[in-house]
């Protein structure tokens, strides 16, 4: 091959690592004031995160009320808003902004929900539930201490 060629190629390779270290793992990102990493999105896409949550944040209520009444079937039942299926409504270019470590707990947390409901059906035992949410929750909490959101107007 001649050298140009292996020149471009080398090019578009540093391109390309570049743009993917970019959008799959740093995210359109900065550090904040309270050494949180800030994500910078759009209104538009800051609410349909807070929808997540807020979604998030019912499933979980709806498992401990599950549990407060010692009725398994709701959980496993229940078709937890906050499972897998849920992920799949966040808009690529959404995904490429948000950091790899916002990621990996987002798509955990996802999954979490999802073994909830299974284990529930399949096992119907109250505290392995009980044990399950407090490793779900784990996750919110290292989310929230470890991330912000922030639109252009919050500056």
């Keep these: 091959m001649c050298k140009t060629c292996w020149?471009?190629?080398l090019i578009l390779f540093l391109i390309?690592?570049?743009?993917?270290?970019?959008?799959?793992?740093?995210?359109?990102?900065?550090?904040?004031?309270?050494?949180?990493i800030?994500?910078?999105l759009e209104p538009n896409e800051k609410g349909l995160l807070l929808f997540e949550m807020k979604t998030f944040l019912e499933s979980v209520q709806k498992i401990t009320n599950g549990l407060v009444k010692d009725d398994m079937q709701t959980i496993a039942d229940g078709d937890l808003q906050g499972g897998v299926?849920?992920?799949?409504?966040?808009p690529g270019s959404l995904m490429a902004k948000?950091?790899?470590?916002?990621?990996?707990?987002?798509?955990?947390?996802?999954?979490?929900?999802?073994?909830?409901?299974t284990d529930a059906k399949e096992k119907g035992d109250k505290e392995h539930s009980l044990s399950q949410l407090d490793a779900l929750l784990?996750?919110?909490?290292?989310?929230?201490a470890g991330h912000k959101i922030?639109?252009?107007s919050d500056n």
Aim: glycine share 4%; hydrophobic share 40%; proline share 3%.
């Design 7 to 9: 020149v471009v190629a």
């Design 16 to 36: 390309t690592t570049g743009m993917a270290n970019k959008f799959m793992i740093k995210g359109s990102v900065t550090k904040s004031n309270d050494q949180r």
């Design 38 to 40: 800030s994500l910078l």
């Design 85 to 90: 299926k849920a992920k799949n409504e966040v």
């Design 98 to 117: 948000l950091p790899l470590s916002f990621k990996k707990l987002g798509f955990d947390t996802h999954r979490k929900f999802d073994q909830i409901a």
């Design 138 to 144: 784990q996750n919110c909490v290292a989310c929230h």
């Design 150 to 152: 922030v639109t252009p």
